[in-house]
């Protein structure tokens, strides 16, 4: 679904806008709507947008666990060469003035809620891309706890309601298909994780994990493939339900030898032997457009279970209740279909542990869906809607709900945690502290440090503004690519999901073009010519630009769709010292250069296949320039010499290690090269022949983005799962001879450093080098001469 609030002009903001609906790839633009707050951003602009989940598997969003990774690696670090980088947080800590969270705190997508059993106070949370955290104080504060685990993808945390101090994470997201890596468990709350299944053992997504009450040795798991048990705490595992994705399992908790497993596409499944063998339940449940399945037992009648059906397109099949134990099922027809369209990705279902008649249902907003989250009463013949109570307001897309000792309800959905102490009569925002952002991309300010922005998933484009980790929201809906004016970087530009484009100036313009029939990304390409801001370039199936951006932003096709290769784009790079010197990359591995002003050439002859992650071109040379690809093995990166031959310089790069992103640092020579995997970051400083991966400072996150500041001589990534961090570049210490300004290459640009120094320092020989620059203080540890400079 997709949703925009008028947009408004720099002073005066306008509430009255016309409703408009336009079809956009299967969502629409829905008009104004006063119950819902609007998301004020940089110079008071209104937008909201919401326009629906990433497609399963998208390759951005999927990842890979470190390979080889062992428990000891959380305290040691990486075994190896070990970056010399030193990371440190950016945030957001959290997303300020999120529109979609009622202009309040959000940070990300939480997937699953665990609070302690006995004290209430303390709860666990499972973010989709960011790991497992924890709070002892009811949510005012949250610790990460697994960011050197393997990967940081999760389905599911479950507390061990017998020993608390047993926590079970199950990796990779059910609904998303994210990668996983097993089950992992931790018996000191947290401090320490082994892993007691693989993904042989359990399969590679996670959609619940339930521990026996009666025995902690009994373990239940499902995911995509299929419901597992171990009966000796993890040191075996079997597969009872093989061959169908299972999405939820629940047991009778006064007899836990009963067990009810949904079946995805089939039906629910019960045993009253432990799991060792099972019945289809029928009795009144559908046996036709049957997806998703999700079950919630009452725990003070047992006999009494809910499940929500979710049928193809996404909405409610069917809520269904029975009374004893599912031999008959009643449909309770007044439920409202809380979770279209979107019940594959978002739904969640829960029963009162202290009243049966007491069920919550979980699903997308009530403002552009039918409904958010709901209540009954009475046993699920009546229902409200209590996504907004009290003041406050739940982010849209609800993925999970628990309930405390204490009685508090704790929520997660894709903007982070909330609960509710009064039975979601009012709800309290829990954000603060949380930092799960899932950056797609990252942009950072062309001359102060302090500034950036990211795209993000469902939390829109944010804005970090100064020297903080807070960063207010910039528009709602999902980030992408993004970009600032190099001449005038209160001009911004961001993007939303396939290649909508919209410029801040600071007043708001949707300069989208016409490409509504094309084929493109979730997230498509959008780039700057670094050799003039006023240009853009955006990548469908084929390539579009416009020269005028800042103004009226007239886009024309400059390729034709050979350049997809029959697929669509994933990158675009032109050339810094060439505008008309343009690569794109495509998902069909194809990469295609443009030399003039009609011509392009493939130049894919010598490149491993699969889909091409990024392109960076030598900022001198535009012969020369590297590409990545999101592959896991053989080559994945390389380097075009001006010779047109392609060489790889994958080297030492750990087999199951995708370069997802990648960043080029062309001081030295070999330049330095840092790529973005799906755990974490690795840096080559002699050209890609031994790579050195990053150490405890830098969780083991999907990289979404990284950006050099080739001023600072920083990177910046943008991490999918734990916000933006940033490291400083390792000196050059003159790595080339003469490099006044240390930008990697000796030129007419380094006359001003030298004239600068000389200027500064009368009477002294020309003995000049990067450490001197602006200081006047020459060193003698680098001669240059005018006439190198003039070269």
Known sequence: ????????????????????????????????????????????????????????????????????????????????????????????????????????????????????????????????????????????????LTDELSILNHGCVTVDPSNPQTVYAGTGEYTTWSAGDGLFRSTDGGTTWIRIATTAQVGSTCSRVVVDPTDSLVIHVTGEAGYHRSDDGGAAWTTYLAGTRCSDVALNPSDPSTVYVARHGDGIYKSTNGGDTFNKLAGGLPTSDVNRILLAVAPSEPSTIYTAIINGSGGLRGLYKTTNGGTNWTQKSNTPDFPYPQGWYDVFLGVDPTNEDIVYGGGVF???????????????????????????????????????????????????????????????????????????????????????????????????????????????????????????????????????????????????????????????????????????????????????????????????????????????????????????????GKVYRKTNALMWDDISSGLPGGQVSDIVIDPIDPETAYATFYNTSGARVLRKDPAMAWADVTGDLPSGVAARALAVDWRFDPPHLHIGSGAGVYSSSDGGTT?????????????????????????????????????????????????????????????????????????????????????????????????????
């Open 691 to 791: 790579w050195a991966k990053d150490g405890l400072d830098l969780p083991n996150v999907n990289i979404g983005d990284l950006v050099i500041d080739t001023t600072q001589h920083t990177i910046t990534v943008g991490t999918y799962g734990r916000g933006a961090w940033r490291a400083v570049l390792p000196s050059s210490t003159c790595a080339l001879l003469g490099d006044v300004n240390d930008d990697g290459h000796v030129n007419g640009a380094d006359i001003a450093g030298y004239v600068r120094v000389k200027l500064g320092s009368p009477g002294v020989d020309d003995v000049v080098s990067c450490a001197d620059y602006g200081t006047g203080n020459l060193t003698d540890d680098t001669v240059l001469f005018v006439a190198d400079l003039l070269d």
């Open 366 to 588: 009530p403002s552009y869906a039918v409904a958010g989250v709901v209540k009954s009463t009475n046993g699920g013949n009546n229902w409200t809607d209590i996504t907004i109570a009290g003041g406050v307001q739940l982010h849209p897309d609800q993925h999970a709900i628990a309930f405390g000792p204490d009685g508090t309800i704790w929520i997660g959905n894709d903007g982070g945690v909330w609960k509710s102490i009064d039975s979601g009569a009012s709800w309290i925002n829990t954000n603060a502290t949380l930092t799960v952002t899932q950056n797609y991309n990252i942009a950072i300010h062309p001359t102060d440090p302090a500034q950036a922005m990211g795209g993000t998933q469902d939390n829109g484009t944010v804005g970090r503004e100064s020297d903080t980790e807070e960063w207010p929201q910039v528009i709602g809906g999902d980030g992408g690519f993004l970009a600032y004016d190099a001449n005038d970087p209160i001009r911004k530009y961001t993007t939303y999901v396939y290649l909508s484009i919209f410029r801040f100036d600071p007043g708001f313009s949707d300069i989208t073009g016409p490409w509504g029939g094309d084929p493109a990304n979730f997230i498509a390409p959008l780039v700057m010519d670094p050799n003039d801001p006023h240009t853009l370039l955006g990548g469908t199936n084929r390539v579009w630009r416009t020269t005028n951006a800042h103004s009226s932003a007239d886009w024309t096709t400059i390729s034709t769709t050979a350049v997809a290769g029959g697929g669509t784009l994933n990158a675009i790079a032109v050339a810094p010292s060439a505008s008309d010197m343009i690569y794109t990359g495509s998902t069909t």
């Open 1 to 144: 679904m997709k949703r925009i609030v008028c947009a408004m002009s720099v002073v005066i903001l306008f509430f009255g806008c016309q409703s408009t609906n336009v079809d956009i790839r299967g969502g629409s633009f829905a008009g104004d709507d006063d119950t819902v707050p609007k998301a004020v951003g940089f110079a008071g602009q209104v937008h909201k947008m919401k326009f629906g989940p990433p497609p399963p598997g998208y390759v951005k969003i999927v990842g890979e666990a470190v390979p080889q990774w062992q428990p000891e690696d959380m305290t040691a670090g990486p075994r190896g060469p070990r970056s010399p980088l030193s990371w440190y947080p950016l945030g957001p800590r959290p997303i300020l003035d999120e529109g979609w969270s009622g202009d309040d705190d959000a940070s990300g997508r939480v997937v699953s809620v665990a609070p302690h059993p006995i004290d209430p106070d303390i709860a666990y949370i499972a973010s989709a891309s960011g790991g497992v955290w924890k709070t002892t104080n009811g949510g005012a504060l949250w610790t990460p």
